[in-house]
């Protein structure tokens, strides 16, 4: 009996086959059998000479298969390209991992270098930390404050681990890379700043050289003469020199490399997005500049319950004058940054009288919020006095 298989077409082969066919198959299996092999020898194609396809097959690959049950809509995916010139000191994060987490343990982008948003404004610099590596708002000594035997603080310091990278805060050439900056040598292994880097930036304010100092660091990467790009690592954070702990001290220098010629760098980084930088005048009775007054800033939305706002709360401490230069046009001795938009409570102790003065600001996004306080007679509503401008011509 005959039987039948289908193979594609309903064609019939016959199972029984004359001994001379079955022969002559036998012997021409191993010549068809090398015409399959694959090997390094020629394609066995037609047109060998045209570029092999692409794989345009129906049937998903795993990477398909896996976005298919994550997804199961059928809306493309776009696929998300990196923000154009996004610093390497701040990653794009565009939620809080927890919205009830503290703050200070969440940075987003910094908004694009320079930001300037008035004609008074110079954010300049990139953060010198990654957002991720940083531990507080900023600072455990700002600006202006006192620290070491009566010290004064010149720059800002951002606490950390030893080891954290730190990021040049923008373009430049390493003027100085070694131990003794402050005492004016290298290899001085006593001095204050310990380990430091400093900076000259390929631009300039109002015609004056910017400097910024990075020290008691750890490790330098870097050598004088070295031309640096924006947010390039160049160190590692430390405790060299005199300090109680591992932290950056950062400066910002205007017009000459030297000790006195500081600014505030709160003036000069620019702040995450969506958060602003309060800076104010903290002045005695007749407008002179008050020391070492504590300023308490204290989140007073409205659905906040009174017991949970020490939660978000910035302290700060009006400047001590030795060495420090207050901007020209804000003229402050006292700045708070880095704090969210909103509404918030400036709380001012002053001891000597035994009262408090409160007065509610509103943060705006990427920009200053300024206030005037004078002792006795408490806020004023007075902006900064208008700029005076110098026109003499730039050698």
């Not at 760098?265 to 002045?283: A, R």
């Not at 906040?304 to 302290?315: C, G, S």
């Amino acid at each position: 009996m005959n039987r039948t298989y289908r193979i594609g077409h309903s064609k019939k082969i016959p199972e029984e086959r004359p001994v001379w066919l079955r022969i002559a198959i036998l012997l021409a299996i191993p010549t068809l059998l090398s015409g399959c092999q694959t090997g390094s020898g020629p394609d066995h194609t037609s047109t060998p000479d045209l570029p092999q396809p692409t794989h345009t097959s129906s049937v998903p690959t795993e990477t398909q298969v896996s976005l298919n049950l994550s997804t199961p809509t059928s809306t493309p995916i776009p696929e998300l390209s990196p923000t154009p010139n996004l610093p390497l000191s701040t990653p794009e994060f565009s939620l809080p991992p927890d919205p009830k987490a503290n703050i200070d343990a969440w940075r987003p982008p910094v908004y694009p270098v320079p930001w300037i948003p008035s004609e008074y404004d110079h954010f300049y610099f990139l953060n010198p930390i990654a957002a991720f590596d940083i531990e507080a708002a900023y600072s455990n000594y700002g600006y202006g404050d006192v620290f070491f035997e009566n010290v004064v603080h010149t720059g800002i310091d951002i606490p950390g681990d030893i080891g954290t990278p730190i990021l040049a805060a923008g373009e430049g050439k390493v003027v100085y890379a070694g131990q003794g900056i402050y005492r004016g040598g290298n290899n001085v292994y006593d001095d204050p700043y310990g380990k430091a880097i400093v900076i000259e930036h390929s631009f300039s304010y109002q015609g004056e050289p910017l400097f910024t100092l990075y020290a008691h660091l750890d490790e330098i990467l870097v050598v004088e003469g070295q031309e640096i790009s924006a947010g390039q690592k160049i160190g590692y954070m430390g405790n060299t020199g005199k300090t109680t702990g591992p932290h950056l001290h950062f400066e910002v220098r205007l017009g000459k490399n030297e000790y006195f010629s500081t600014r505030n760098p709160d003036l000069w980084i620019s702040p995450p997005q969506g958060w602003g930088v309060l800076v104010g005048q903290v002045l005695t009775y007749d407008g002179r500049q008050y020391e070492q007054q504590v300023v308490y800033v204290y989140h007073s939305d409205e659905d906040v319950p009174d017991d949970e706002r020490n939660d978000h709360l910035w302290i700060a401490k009006s400047y001590q004058n030795d060495a420090i230069n207050s901007d020209p046009y804000y003229k402050e001795n006292v700045t708070v940054t880095n704090i969210p938009a909103g509404k918030y409570l400036i709380s001012i102790p002053v001891t000597n009288i035994g009262f408090s003065y409160q007065k509610t600001v509103e943060i705006k996004p990427g920009q200053v919020t300024f206030f005037k306080f004078h002792v006795w007679r408490g806020f004023s509503d007075e902006g900064p006095s208008p700029l005076e401008y110098n026109f003499s011509p730039s050698p």
